[in-house]
């Protein structure tokens, strides 16, 4: 009788995994790929100031990139950045109550988590934030909200811990008197013009829209702008005088 002889396995073949095969393990995106993905950027545009991008903005010929100046901080935290979701809406007198309050909490149900609210309310007469609503946003994730207008509730906004940012101050509310009439479109808010998934980027100096076309040159832009900044605040905290300061970094 004849017994078959059983050959050892080769090391290469004993290693491979079964159906390993020439399979490439798959990587993800590289560190430059993630600086340049939407939170990529929004997290580089978190760290830098509104004004220096705002500067950036304009050495890429960007016209009118910031908000008006009545639009400010209205409760802590006075910094926001992300991307932008747009709410435009008017006051109609005379509205059913029970209409006007479902059309807003469906607006409300309908904004991203971790996006950056911007509504054109065109009126000035109610406000279109308040308590309920900020913790509404503030639970979902909702980064800030921005209006060109008024808000309420400021001490009990500010407990919620949402970014708002406005223009006054009014305890008259929306209810029976306003509805929204679109999401997600543009809105002009004095003289820039706003589009939704835009950038966002607001501190105490005033809100700033970047386009989305140009937010990576832009912040990149920012960025290297920023660091001559430092270069300069050093060679003036060194004791030079400003004029050589400028003439030797180009910044001031």
């Keep these: 009788m004849r017994w078959a002889v059983r050959r050892k396995p080769s090391k290469s073949s004993a290693s491979r995994a079964p ?6 393990r798959r990587r993800g995106p590289s560190p430059a790929d993630e600086a340049q993905s939407p939170d990529g950027l929004v997290r580089r545009l978190g760290a830098l100031p509104a004004s220096v991008v705002y500067d950036a903005l304009r050495k890429l010929g960007v016209d009118n990139p910031a908000l008006p100046a009545a639009i400010k901080s209205l409760t802590p ?14 006051e109609k007198p005379g509205l059913d109550r029970d209409e006007t309050l479902r059309a807003w909490a469906k607006l409300l149900s ?9 509504c054109q309310p065109r009126t000035h007469g109610i406000a279109l934030m308040g308590e309920l609503s900020a913790k509404a946003l503030k639970v979902k994730g909702v980064a800030g909200y921005v209006v060109d207008g008024a808000c309420r509730d400021l001490e009990l906004v500010e407990r919620v811990g949402l970014a708002v940012f406005g223009t006054h101050a009014t305890p008259a509310d929306i209810a029976g008197r306003w509805l929204p009439d ?8 004095g003289h820039c013009a706003v589009e939704d ?3 966002l980027i607001a501190d105490r100096d005033g809100v700033v829209i970047i386009p989305s076309a140009t937010a990576g040159e832009a912040i990149a832009e920012a960025e290297a702008m920023s660091g001559t900044e430092s270069d300069m605040r050093k060679a003036i905290g060194a004791g030079m005088d400003p004029l050589q300061a400028y003439l030797k970094h180009g910044k001031f």
């Excluded at 159906?19 to 490439?24: F, L, M, P, Q």
């Excluded at 309908?110 to 911007?118: A, K, L, S, T, Y």
């Design 197 to 199: 998934g835009d950038y």
């Design 182 to 189: 679109r999401r997600r479109g543009r809105v002009v808010i």
């Design 110 to 118: 309908e904004i991203p988590p971790g996006c950056v609210v911007v």
């Design 77 to 90: 935290p006075t910094r926001i950045a992300g991307r932008v979701f747009t709410v435009s809406g008017r």
């Design 19 to 24: 159906g390993s095969g020439s399979r490439r």
